[in-house]
């Protein structure tokens, strides 16, 4: 019973992390970690305890701390024999180094995952190898090295399709789609955040990702206005703006950053100032 209560704890926490309400998940993370902890489910507490909750601290800034429990994850995940785990650690430890822009100790770290996960057969094994191409190819996107950063895409893509694995697909056609964003390549970048949005809707977990459908009908939004389909970007950026604002506006700022929404609102203002109205992202205001 108690297993059955941690699982469905760790439920509701992941829909809470993945709309940016990181407090409550961390409360409820930790409150499953003891219940899998005291039913002599070791593996699943060092999961929840020890990758979850530092998945979300490091989306609250906390970087050394996660950095610190990611490390302490990997020991135990060694010690436990559970090597596909252990290069999970790895890629959690990059991706908040990654998050915090210290971008040559996320790559050390993302390259550590793959040394650990290349030689395994196992389904969730690869399925970390291949979000640690995609997460190395994010990092090398975030240097400018763009050739790099494709190679690594299409390496993940190339895994995670094999052994099926819908949400790091997803992850990595959004990488994708903020790597040509950044470049300005509109029509690319519509092509795959187009892609990954599509993989959220076909799973049917729209509500569970919202933080990441509206940078996706952001960044969707944004190419349609730059290729000259405004209309549709108008439409596009007032349905990212209405999941945006049932947020915190800590998130709603990271959103807003990487769509680079000010931007748009003032092209709006500029263009057609009478759909300006409809496109309040209240956050920006306050």
């Known amino acids: 019973m108690s297993t059955e209560r941690a699982e469905q704890l760790c439920q509701e926490a992941d829909v809470l992390r993945n709309q940016g309400q990181t407090e409550e998940a961390l409360r409820l993370y930790r409150e499953a970690a003891?219940?899998?902890?005291?039913?002599g489910e070791k593996i699943k507490a060092v999961d929840v305890g020890y990758l979850?909750?530092?998945?979300?601290?490091?989306?609250?800034?906390?970087?050394?701390?996660?950095?610190?429990?990611?490390?302490?994850?990997?020991?135990?995940?060694?010690?436990?024999?559970?090597?596909?785990?252990?290069?999970?650690?790895?890629?959690?430890i990059g991706t908040a180094n990654l998050n915090d822009d210290q971008l040559k100790k996320a790559e050390e770290w993302f390259k550590k995952a793959l040394e650990t996960l290349q030689a395994l057969d196992s389904v969730i094994g690869q399925a970390n190898f291949g979000i640690a191409h995609a997460k190395l190819g994010h990092t090398y996107a975030k240097e400018g090295r763009f050739d790099e950063a494709k190679h690594e895409f299409d390496e993940a893509l190339e895994i995670l399709r094999r052994v099926?694995?819908?949400?790091?697909?997803?992850?990595?056609?959004?990488?994708?789609?903020?790597?040509?964003?950044?470049?300005?390549?509109y029509q690319n970048a519509l092509t795959y955040a187009q892609a990954s949005l599509g993989l959220v809707y076909a799973e049917n977990a729209i509500d569970e990702h919202a933080r990441r459908v509206a940078e996706l009908k952001g960044i969707i939004a944004r190419c349609y206005w730059e290729l000259g389909n405004e209309d549709w970007g108008i439409r596009f950026f007032q349905e990212?703006?209405?999941?945006?604002?049932?947020?915190?506006?800590?998130?709603?700022?990271?959103?807003?950053?990487?769509?680079?929404?000010?931007?748009?609102?003032?092209?709006?203002?500029?263009?057609?100032?009478?759909?300006?109205?409809?496109?309040?992202?209240?956050a920006l205001a306050r």
Request: charged share 30%; glycine share 6%; hydrophobic share 45%.
């Open 164 to 185: 099926g694995h819908w949400f790091f697909e997803h992850t990595t056609l959004m990488h994708l789609a903020q790597m040509f964003f950044a470049q300005k390549d």
């Open 240 to 282: 990212a703006a209405d999941l945006l604002n049932a947020m915190p506006d800590d998130v709603v700022h990271v959103v807003a950053r990487n769509i680079r929404a000010a931007e748009f609102l003032d092209q709006v203002t500029a263009r057609r100032p009478g759909d300006r109205t409809k496109l309040d992202l209240k």
């Open 34 to 39: 003891d219940l899998f902890e005291t039913a």
């Open 52 to 92: 979850l909750v530092p998945t979300c601290l490091h989306m609250e800034g906390k970087r050394e701390e996660a950095v610190k429990m990611g490390q302490e994850a990997a020991r135990r995940f060694a010690e436990l024999g559970a090597h596909d785990l252990e290069g999970s650690a790895y890629v959690n």
